[in-house]
C-alpha cells in the first residue's frame, strides 16, 4: 500500500521488511511489535491491502455492534493496535484458522496484554516480528549503500577496507538523533524535549494501561533514569532498589520486579540475557542480564546528557554508544533469525555482543568508541573466546565509533557502526 496516500507521508525503508515479506508468504499472520512511535503503523500499511486502526472512534464503534466488521477487508489486513480491542485477536486467529491463505492480517502493538485464559496463544498461526526504533543506516536512508553486512560476514565474507570514519561529533549527533520517524528531521532541542515527553509518558499513563500501580510515575522515571545511568552494564536488582529508595523509601523485590516487567510489556526496556555456554577453564558465568532502553536518544534524556556533556564526558558517551551498537545489532539479528547475548565469566572476560543463529552459528563482537581501540578489543576477544568450549566463532569483530574498516592480522574484523548493514 502507498502509505502517501494514505497518510501523506511516504515510506522510509526499513531493515523488517524482508523478513515482513516472508512471513506474510507463509504465515496466517504477522504480529508486529514494538515501542510506540517506533513505526509500526507505517510498516504495518506499507505491507497491507487494507486497514482499520482500531484507535479511532470509528473502531471503537463498529467493536460494540459486530467485532467483525474490523476484519473485512483485502488481505493482508492491518489491525493496528489489536490490543485496544482485545478480542480482536481470537476473531482473526478464527479466520487464518479457517482459510489456507497465508498473511491474513498484520496485528500492530505497542504493549503486550496481561495474559488472558480466553484469548488462544495463535501459536503455528501468527509470527512475531520485533521492530525496534532506526538503525543508525535508517536514519541516514543508507540500508542500500555499501557497507558491511552482517550475514555476510556469518557466510564468510571479509568486507572491503576502507578509510571512512566519523568524527567524534557524528557519534554525538547519532546518539541524540531520535530513532523514531516522526523526530528524524527535528531541531536537536525539540528532539531531546520529545524523548524526556516520551519518559513522562510511559511512566504516568502507559504501565498504568496495563496494571493499578500504588508507585507514583516520579518512581518510574527515577527506575528509567537508573537504568540509563546502567546502560551497557549488568545491574543488580539490589542496585536498582537503592536507586528508586530515593522517591520509594524502602521499595521491595516484587515492585522493582513489576516495574521492569511493565517497561519491558511496553517494549521501553531491552533485556539482554547472558549467553548460556561451557567453558574450558573453572571460571563461573556471571548471570545478570544487561538493560537497554528501546533508543540510545531515551538514555540520553533520562541522564539529561546533551550533546557538550556527551563530548566532554567519554565514559557516558563510551556506554551510550555500546547501546547504539546492541540496539542495530538487535535490528538487524531479527531479520536474520538470531539474538543477542552477552558473556562475562567470573575472571572478568567479557564479550559486549554474542550474536547466535539458528542453524548454531555464531559471532563474538566487541564494542569500542575510539578507532585506536580496535586493536585491544581484538586482544580481549581473542581471551574470551579461548575460554569457550565451542566451535569456533563464524567471525570476530569489533565495531567502532571513529575506526575503519579493516580485518587485523589475527583475522578480527573491524569497522565503525555508520558501516554496519543487515
Not at 528508586?244 to 513489576?258: D, V
Request: charged share 20%; net charge negative; aromatic share 6%.
Amino acid at each position: 500500500m502507498d502509505t502517501s496516500k494514505v497518510t501523506g507521508i511516504s515510506y522510509l525503508p526499513r531493515a523488517v521488511d524482508p523478513l515482513m515479506i516472508r512471513v506474510l508468504d507463509s504465515a496466517g499472520a504477522a504480529i508486529l511489535e514494538g515501542p510506540r512511535g517506533c513505526g509500526k503503523t507505517m510498516t504495518g500499511l506499507a505491507h497491507a491491502s487494507s486497514y482499520t486502526l482500531l484507535d479511532t472512534p470509528e473502531a471503537q464503534t463498529a467493536a460494540e455492534i459486530d467485532p467483525h466488521l474490523l476484519l473485512a477487508g483485502a488481505s493482508p489486513r492491518l489491525l493496528d493496535e489489536w490490543q485496544l480491542i482485545p478480542q480482536i485477536w481470537n476473531l482473526a486467529r478464527r479466520e487464518v484458522d479457517f482459510s489456507s491463505e497465508p498473511g491474513r492480517f498484520i496485528l500492530t502493538g505497542s504493549a503486550v496484554p496481561a495474559a488472558d485464559p480466553i484469548r488462544h496463544t495463535g501459536a503455528a498461526r501468527f509470527i512475531r516480528i520485533r521492530q525496534r526504533t532506526m538503525t543508525w543506516a535508517e536514519k541516514e536512508s543508507s540500508l542500500d549503500d555499501g557497507g558491511v553486512s552482517l550475514s555476510a560476514l556469518f557466510e564468510g565474507e571479509s568486507p572491503q577496507p576502507s578509510m571512512s570514519t566519523a568524527p567524534l561529533e557524528r557519534i554525538v549527533q547519532s546518539i541524540l538523533r531520535p530513532g523514531f520517524p516522526g523526530l528524524l528531521n527535528s531541531p536537536s532541542d525539540i528532539a531531546a524535549r520529545s524523548m524526556e515527553s516520551y519518559i513522562k509518558d510511559i511512566a504516568t499513563n502507559d504501565i498504568n494501561r496495563l496494571a493499578n500501580l500504588r508507585s507514583e510515575p516520579a518512581v518510574v522515571e527515577q527506575l528509567i533514569a537508573s537504568l540509563a545511568r546502567s546502560s551497557a552494564s549488568e545491574v543488580s536488582q539490589a542496585t536498582l532498589r537503592k536507586d528508586i529508595s530515593r522517591t520509594l523509601p524502602a521499595p521491595s523485590e516484587g515492585t522493582t520486579a513489576k516495574l521492569l516487567e511493565l517497561l519491558e510489556r511496553v517494549f521501553l526496556l531491552e533485556k539482554i540475557q547472558p549467553w548460556a555456554i561451557s567453558l574450558r577453564s573453572k571460571a563461573r558465568l556471571r548471570r545478570s542480564p544487561k538493560y537497554h532502553l528501546a533508543d540510545p536518544a531515551l538514555a540520553a534524556a533520562a541522564l539529561q546528557a546533551d550533546a557538550n556533556r556527551l563530548s566532554t564526558d567519554l565514559e557516558t558517551l563510551g556506554f551510550l554508544f555500546e547501546s547504539a551498537v546492541v540496539h542495530d545489532l538487535l535490528v538487524y539479528a531479527e531479520t536474520l533469525g538470531g539474538h543477542v547475548q552477552h558473556y562475562r565469566d567470573s575472571n572478568g572476560r567479557e564479550i559486549d555482543a554474542v550474536l547466535t543463529m539458528p542453524n548454531g552459528n555464531w559471532a563474538a563482537i566487541e564494542v569500542k568508541l575510539g578507532g585506536g581501540q580496535a586493536q585491544r578489543g581484538a586482544e580481549s576477544l581473542a581471551c574470551a573466546v579461548d575460554q569457550i568450549d565451542a566451535a569456533p566463532p563464524a567471525f570476530k569483530a569489533v565495531i567502532t565509533g571513529t575506526g575503519f574498516t579493516a580485518t587485523l592480522p589475527d583475522g578480527t574484523i573491524t569497522f565503525p557502526l555508520h558501516a554496519l548493514r543487515p
